[in-house]
């Protein structure tokens, strides 16, 4: 449903960034951050709807697209 709005690169900045990242605790704040992004977004999207029914497809979506990126 979301995907072709493409709002994503923020969230998909965030994984990129975990590569870069030496502690487990800084790898977790990329993990935290992309979340917090995808939710802050789906709120955004739609107000009515309960973003955390799409969080999940949003979040392999953004891992896909990092992954082919």
Known sequence: MY???S???SA??????L???KTPQDKLGCVL?????IMNL????????VPADDFTPVLVFV????RLE
Not at 42 to 47: F, M
Not at 63 to 66: D, Q, R, S, T, W
């Open 3 to 5: 995907h072709h709005e």
């Open 7 to 9: 709002p994503w690169p």
């Open 12 to 17: 998909q900045a965030e994984i990129a960034a």
């Open 19 to 21: 590569c870069a990242s």
């Open 33 to 37: 951050r992309c979340c917090s992004a």
């Open 42 to 49: 789906l709120s955004l999207a739609n107000e009515k709807a």
């Open 63 to 66: 891992l896909v697209k990092v």
